[in-house]
């Protein structure tokens, strides 16, 4: 199928083919139709999928093909994202996939002045993104209402949840219209989601992308067993020994990130760490030096990350195991995506081997270790996982069902070891 077949807009249209943008991705393409019908929908698929373009595409033409029946000002689409620089990649996207339509957009987030952000509501918008911390605030100072919305998109749903966001998110569904069209996206489901489902949408078409579809088919995986002094050396050894074009490096907290990237700066490799105390400015252009490649190494936390789209991303490299499975799959999501190969390494030291035992029960199969390498590490007991030689390190891809989600872990009772406040996204 290519974008012709799904009954777009000309201008949508050439918009998509200015980008290069000739075949849907599968969520696009299952999505997109019931968008425009009209229906409410849930969608459930993982980072790189195409799930921005999913809702935008068909949010830009519904609201262009009323807008000459729409006597109302005032913002009339609102998409909701958990960090800001998710929100920065949709309005960024609306952007580009409504650049040839009348249609005006804003985006706001907390961290930075609001004064840039208020001048652009005061001149009024049909499509606002927002992160609910400052969406909230400028609500309360009356900058913005929201009884004329039309549509509502919550994306990445879980991760706002997780991040505490769900009272705001209730306080804002109870200032709009009962009719309207919503849509929600959500990598996972726990309970938390259904429930959100269950009391926001009105019939909801439920779209589950199978983890097959997923960028996880091209990225070949790794494990490397070593002590977490050695980390940093071995990390190290790798980006001096191997072809790394480019790295996104996670660590667990703030501060480790920051550790991470003064003792690569040392040893003679510019890195940059984004996280929740950087300054937005900071942030912003560590992300755009990476995305252009005058940045070869970004160290980042798991919430800072959310929004970070990299084309042709060589490697992720988990410097510390996540402590939720499904936190794994996010993040090796930001390399191999639209078909492209990527690589994804991880170390794990001997406090983390109960949160390996996780990642292979959620993946339902073990990840490949690395039997030889200069900070080998032996682990006291190893039942889980089968040793590769290094000469075959890079050999082994998941199955297409390797990837299957159980749907059974709830994010309540996940890490909140970033200490996120809410306030500052």
Do not use: W
Not at 81 to 103: D, K, M, V
Not at 285 to 302: G, Q, Y
């Amino acid at each position: 199928m290519n974008f012709e077949q799904l009954n777009l807009l000309p201008q949508i249209l050439q918009a998509l083919k200015t980008q290069g943008y000739e075949n849907p991705t599968p969520i696009q393409e299952q999505a997109i139709p019931h968008l425009l019908a009209g229906r409410d929908l849930f969608g459930s698929a993982q980072t790189g999928t195409g799930k921005t373009a999913a809702f935008s595409i068909p949010l830009l033409q519904l609201l262009s093909v009323n807008q000459d029946n729409n006597t109302q000002r005032g913002i009339r689409a609102l998409v909701l994202a958990p960090t800001r620089e998710l929100a920065i990649q949709i309005s960024e996207s609306l952007r580009l996939y409504g650049s040839n339509l009348p249609l005006k957009h804003t985006v706001i987030y907390g961290g930075v002045s609001q004064r840039a952000q208020t001048d652009a509501l005061r001149k009024g918008v049909d499509i606002l993104v927002a992160t609910p911390g400052r969406l909230l605030d400028l609500i309360n100072q009356r900058f913005i209402r929201l009884d004329k919305i039309e549509m509502l998109v919550l994306d990445e749903a879980d991760r706002m949840l997780d991040m505490g966001f769900i009272n705001d998110i209730r306080k804002v569904i109870a200032m709009m219209p009962v009719k309207r069209q919503t849509i929600l996206f959500s990598a996972t489901l726990p309970q938390e989601i259904r429930s959100l489902v269950a009391k926001t949408l009105h019939e909801p078409v439920h779209i589950e992308l199978s983890h097959a579809s997923s960028s996880a088919e091209t990225v070949q995986h790794s494990m490397y067993f070593v002590d977490k002094l050695n980390k940093r050396d071995l990390l190290h050894h790798i980006l001096t020994t191997d072809t790394v074009d480019r790295a996104l490096v996670f660590t667990r907290t703030k501060h480790g990130a920051d550790k991470l990237a003064m003792a690569l700066g040392k040893k003679g490799i510019r890195t940059e760490a984004i996280h929740g105390n950087k300054s937005q400015v900071q942030r912003q252009r560590a992300l755009n030096d990476f995305k252009n490649r005058k940045l070869r190494i970004l160290v980042a936390t798991d919430v800072a990350s959310r929004g970070i789209d990299v084309d042709d991303l060589s490697h992720v490299i988990n410097y510390d195991l996540p402590e939720t499975p499904e936190t794994y799959v996010h993040r090796i999501g930001r390399t191999g995506r639209a078909g492209a190969a990527g690589i994804a390494l991880s170390f794990c030291g001997r406090d983390e081997m109960g949160l390996l035992k996780d990642i292979h029960r959620h993946l339902k199969t073990n990840i490949p270790v690395i039997g030889e390498h200069p900070f080998l590490t032996k682990m006291p007991v190893q039942p889980i996982v089968s040793e590769t030689p290094a000469r075959e390190k890079r050999s082994g891809n998941f199955s297409n069902d390797n990837f299957r989600s159980r749907n059974k872990r709830s994010f309540s009772g996940s890490s909140r070891r970033e200490n996120t406040s809410r306030r500052r996204y």
